[in-house]
């Protein structure tokens, strides 16, 4: 068979379609959503070749409308999960001996079904799953989706590219060999680009892997495994799983053909992640790759000589879009004293602009639900709290309610304190705390931001002085892996703003990077004399 050093098609960013009234698009996506609203989704075990139905069955529901069922998905057993892990070891050799072009094929055919056909499902399931509003459901679901396909074959293109010197006589080369073993992904609720990508990038490295989606996420992770049905990808290079996570963790963390976590969830199950592989390191073949992002507190600090609008932007689209539900959601803020009123005031006029929190459906909806009921009773106590403490007040919203859907006001808390507990504490949702600082007291300040949270993920510094934006570029060059000026905390886009945070907002290996595919390879180095030498003496032998 002939041969070729082939050449990629270049990657580039999907278009995000607008959905304005009247558009194809907005009508698709809507015609899709009453489909899956009234439809009765019941959604397997998928392990090699077979859909798995247990009957132990859990109900799918809207967090917006979290009465309604829109399906159901079956629990797996200790038994189900070894047979996934079997599925995937059965499928490694063939897949890892797949030409990487073949590969390359499978997930930009993944990514052009994502643009065409599966784009109003995709989006759609992500509504009805996440309770996400069109546009947040198009950039994430679509678009970052679609990214992470396209700019990973480039990536993986470009690696295989990067080769050694040879020297005369010699030929040394570079093989990137898949990882030996399997991969473990555990992906969160609040991204399906993510959730597709954590498998999907592990996989297109010649890896195979066993998949536990979030619970609150499955509805929409049915709709990537579909597509990559669609696009090819042969039975047991991603064999997903749902159920009991402790027990599916045990089962894949005590075997010895585990060889990489990628992960992306809280701080705390990443830390018990990483403690239990280090308890098993014995049992192991290989040194696994441990990947994760995590959690973060993530923050704006405007200097006083920022435009006080352009700062009340910044923290209304980065504390409230998705319901504040983005790990790089802004969280906490520190406006100077000087222009804290104005902006607030901007703030308040924006929030107040906002329908009262409802269905994606209804496109003028800016906030939706809140994941699950155990997060809206989270953040209605912090809310509570912070409207009797002293060092608190609440400066607009506050308001909750959860008769129908899982719906928080957006709230703005004012505090005295900077150390107060919601300065500190990842809420998750769109609650977000200010603390005003006197303008002299800049220099301090950065101290401040850089020291009060244990996370590094995501910051933004607003100014217009451009020696006060150096001063702050250095001072918090560990506080924050993606770093913004003049913008919003959140947003990154794939092959533009690699993402990842470090300190315990994981380890920063840059999610949309060739960096993170490099974690799921392990070099051999091949190297080839000529002609051998048949004399063990060297000259300085005389």
Same mark, same amino acid.
């Given at each position: 068979?002939g ?13 995000i ?9 907005r009508?698709?996506?809507i015609?899709?959503?009453k489909a899956?609203y009234?439809g009765?989704e ?5 392990i090699?070749s077979q ?5 132990n069955?859990?109900p ?8 309604? @069922? ?9 038994k ?9 070891l ?6 890892a ?16 079904l ?5 784009r109003?499902r995709?989006?759609a399931?992500t509504?009805i799953a996440?309770?996400?509003t069109?546009?947040?459901a198009?950039?994430?679901?679509? /678009? ?14 470009q690696?295989y590219?990067e ?7 010699i030929w040394?080369?570079?093989e990137?060999?898949p990882l030996?073993?399997?991969?473990y992904?555990?992906?969160p609720?609040n991204?399906t680009?993510?959730a597709?990508?954590?498998p999907a ?21 049915k709709?990537?495994?579909?597509v990559?049905?669609e ?8 064999n997903?799983v749902?159920?009991?996570p402790?027990?599916?963790t045990?089962q894949?963390l005590?075997h ?9 969830g809280?701080?705390d199950v990443f830390?018990?992640l990483?403690?239990q592989?280090g308890n ?10 441990i990947?994760g992002e ?5 923050f ?7 435009k006080?609008?352009q700062?009340?932007?910044?923290i209304?689209?980065?504390?409230f879009e998705f319901?504040?539900?983005? /790990?790089?959601a ?17 703030v @308040?006029?924006?929030m107040e602009?906002?329908?009262p929190?409802?269905s ?15 997060s809206?009773?989270?953040?209605a ?12 007040s609440v400066f ?25 507990v ?14 005003i ?14 020291k009060?949270?244990p996370?590094?993920?995501?910051g ?9 934006i150096?001063?702050?570029?250095r ?10 000026i003049?913008? @919003? ?7 533009q703003q ?15 990077s060739?960096?993170n ?12 004399t000529?002609?051998?030498p048949?004399?063990y ?6």
């Amino acid at each position: 068979m002939g041969k070729g050093f082939f050449q990629v098609p270049v990657a580039y960013n999907e278009p995000i379609l607008s959905y304005a009234p009247g558009t194809p698009e907005r009508e698709a996506v809507i015609k899709q959503y009453k489909a899956y609203y009234n439809g009765n989704e019941d959604i397997p075990l998928y392990i090699g070749s077979q859909e798995v139905r247990t009957g132990n069955t859990r109900p799918l529901s809207p967090p917006h409308d979290h009465k309604h @069922k829109v399906g159901q998905y079956h629990l797996a057993e200790k038994k189900h999960v070894t047979d996934a892990i079997n599925s995937a070891l059965n499928a490694r050799k063939a897949w890892a001996n797949l030409s990487w072009e073949q590969r390359a094929a499978i997930f930009l055919k993944a990514a052009e079904l994502v643009s065409g056909p599966y784009r109003a499902r995709i989006n759609a399931a992500t509504m009805i799953a996440q309770s996400k509003t069109i546009h947040q459901a198009e950039i994430d679901a679509a /678009c970052e989706f679609i990214d992470f396909l396209r700019f990973n074959v480039e990536y993986m293109s470009q690696i295989y590219q990067e080769q050694p010197e040879s020297a005369e006589g010699i030929w040394n080369r570079v093989e990137y060999r898949p990882l030996e073993g399997f991969v473990y992904a555990i992906t969160p609720f609040n991204f399906t680009a993510i959730a597709g990508n954590l498998p999907a990038s592990a996989a297109m490295m010649g890896n195979v892997v066993v998949w536990k989606p979030s619970d609150s996420q499955i509805f929409s992770a049915k709709v990537l495994v579909d597509v990559f049905k669609e696009a090819g990808l042969p039975d047991g290079v991603i064999n997903v799983v749902y159920g009991d996570p402790v027990m599916i963790t045990d089962q894949v963390l005590n075997h010895p053909d585990f060889s990489g976590l990628h992960f992306t969830g809280s701080t705390d199950v990443f830390r018990n992640l990483w403690t239990q592989i280090g308890n098993n390191i014995h049992t192991y073949k290989t040194y696994p790759r441990i990947v994760g992002e995590t959690g973060g507190k993530d923050f704006i600090l405007a200097h006083p000589s920022a435009k006080p609008r352009q700062v009340a932007t910044a923290i209304v689209r980065g504390a409230f879009e998705f319901q504040g539900q983005k /790990c790089s959601a802004a969280s906490r803020v520190y406006l100077p004293k000087s222009t804290a009123n104005e902006i607030l005031k901007e703030v @308040k006029k924006d929030m107040e602009s906002f329908n009262p929190p409802g269905s994606p459906e209804d496109m003028i909806n800016f906030i939706t639900a809140v994941i699950h009921e155990g997060s809206f009773d989270k953040l209605a106590s912090y809310i509570d709290r912070a409207k009797k403490d002293k060092e608190a007040s609440v400066f607009a919203g506050g308001g909750y309610d959860k008769s129908k859907g899982y719906f928080i006001e957006p709230t703005v808390i004012l505090t005295t304190d900077p150390h107060y507990v919601t300065m500190e504490t990842e809420l998750f949702g769109p609650v977000v705390t200010v603390y005003i600082y006197e303008d002299k007291d800049w220099k301090s300040v950065l101290e401040l931001v850089d020291k009060t949270s244990p996370y590094a993920l995501t910051g933004a510094v607003m100014s217009t002085d451009r020696y006060a934006i150096e001063e702050a570029t250095r001072a918090l060059q560990d506080s924050a892996g993606n770093f913004y000026i003049n913008d @919003k905390p959140t947003g990154a886009v794939v092959g533009q703003q690699p993402f990842g945070g470090a300190r315990a907002s994981g380890t920063n290996d840059k999610a949309g990077s060739a960096q993170n595919l490099l974690r799921w390879v392990s070099p051999r180095l091949i190297k080839e004399t000529f002609v051998s030498p048949e004399d063990y003496r060297y000259p300085f032998l005389g």
